[in-house]
């Protein structure tokens, strides 16, 4: 079997024993790296973009956290590009399960090497139809991502397990071409142009948030020792909580599961007790914001810990501890909430004595687990 290219790249490295890990000089380089991503995709984003006008279907397919950017895609290019059939779902699932792609659709893969084998194998069958064809990836990507008709080149391969630059990096690149897309509609107009103010904040405000990460480190060490953690959230934040939840798994070692707020009050919350924790992922006013609120309430009621992370002019769920983000719009939230998340997983893994960069290689159950199968 293929050892993974992650145990490959840390191999390659030194591995480290003590903070700051890789995971931690990872996300500290976001926001050069969201700067220079931009960028240099600049004229591929405007030409592929242009393309995707004429499309009567839009596919996008990742694995783990490229799933979830291909989520964050849907969610961008629906919402913010118009675009009304659009669908992130898994390369595994695309590649097994559904039917052949369509001549006049296109699909996008995200991967953050290019070589995942059902990444390649559903790029690989949408090429042989003659459909449209883009690959997001990272510097290296395999020659599979490179016979896409388009490549979009995120950041220099990571040398921690938990991605997290190539994640932020690939999320500006779907924003961009979804606002492109907007563009080309012929929907240039003051919301897009808001839209378009904010984005470009957005590295500043990673800048200012990096920089003072007391909260975040302050949250990892008051709640070390909860074992089972739910990350709630609605909308586009869903799709952060998904996020966090597998990076608490694989640099924290905790357990973690994201719940869809609604979904979370229809039963699940039957599993809340004093051993968990409820992480409140609150992007959004009005009904989403009103039943974060009533949700962290019932939350309390069953006597879990609450940590609310709260982006401006929503209201602020009741929480044991709360960090506020910066943000005006529900749109982009997921940029801000995502970045104090990672920085508190990162401090978990700290306060929790786990290595955020191996993902448990370093045991040799693990490591013989990762001789079973190939990526």
């Not at 993974?4 to 050069?32: K, N």
């Not at 909260?215 to 074992?227: C, I, Q, S, T, V």
């Not at 914001?289 to 949700?295: D, F, T, Y």
Request: with cysteine; hydrophobic share 45%; charged share 25%.
């Amino acid at each position: 079997m293929a050892v993974s290219r992650s145990v490959e790249l840390l191999s390659s490295a030194t591995p480290r024993g003590a903070h700051p890990y890789y995971m931690f000089e990872a996300i500290r380089e976001q926001p050069g790296a969201i700067r220079r991503v931009i960028e240099r995709n600049h004229d591929g984003i405007c030409a592929f973009a242009d393309k995707l006008t004429g499309a009567r279907a839009v596919w996008l397919a990742g694995i783990g956290t490229s799933l979830n950017a291909a989520m964050y895609g849907e969610y961008w290019l629906r919402s913010a590009g118009g675009i009304r059939w659009v669908r992130a779902v898994s390369s595994f699932d695309l590649a097994n399960y559904f039917p052949a792609l369509e001549t006049g659709w296109a699909l996008i893969t995200m991967s953050h090497r290019g070589w995942k084998q059902f990444s390649a194998r559903a790029a690989t069958q949408a090429r042989e139809r003659g459909i449209l064809t883009a690959a997001i990836s990272g510097e290296g990507a395999s020659e599979g991502a490179r016979l896409a008709d388009y490549l979009f080149i995120t950041t220099e391969q990571e040398i921690s397990g938990a991605h997290t630059k190539s994640l932020t990096t690939a999320m500006a690149i779907l924003f961009e071409l979804a606002i492109e897309v907007r563009r080309l509609r012929g929907g240039d107009d003051e919301a897009a142009r808001t839209l378009r103010a904010e984005f470009a904040e957005i590295p500043s405000r990673y800048e200012r948030r990096i920089g003072d990460d007391g909260r975040e480190r302050e949250a990892a060490k008051r709640f070390k020792n909860y074992k089972r953690i739910v990350i709630i959230g609605a909308g586009p934040n869903f799709i952060t909580a998904r996020e966090i939840a597998l990076k608490l798994k694989e640099a924290a070692y905790a357990y973690a599961e994201a719940m869809q707020v609604e979904e979370f009050l229809h039963g699940p919350i039957a599993a809340a007790d004093a051993e968990t924790l409820a992480i409140l992922v609150a992007g959004a006013p009005g009904a989403p914001g009103e039943r974060m609120v009533e949700a962290a309430r019932a939350i309390g009621e069953v006597g879990a810990a609450r940590l609310a992370v709260v982006a401006p002019g929503v209201p602020a769920p009741e929480a044991e501890f709360t960090i506020p983000v910066e943000g005006t719009s529900e749109t982009l939230s997921p940029f801000t909430m995502i970045l104090s998340l990672q920085l508190f997983t990162y401090y978990s893994a700290i306060a929790r004595n786990a290595d955020p960069d191996r993902m448990r290689r370093g045991d040799p159950r693990h490591a013989r687990a990762g001789q079973r199968y190939e990526l």
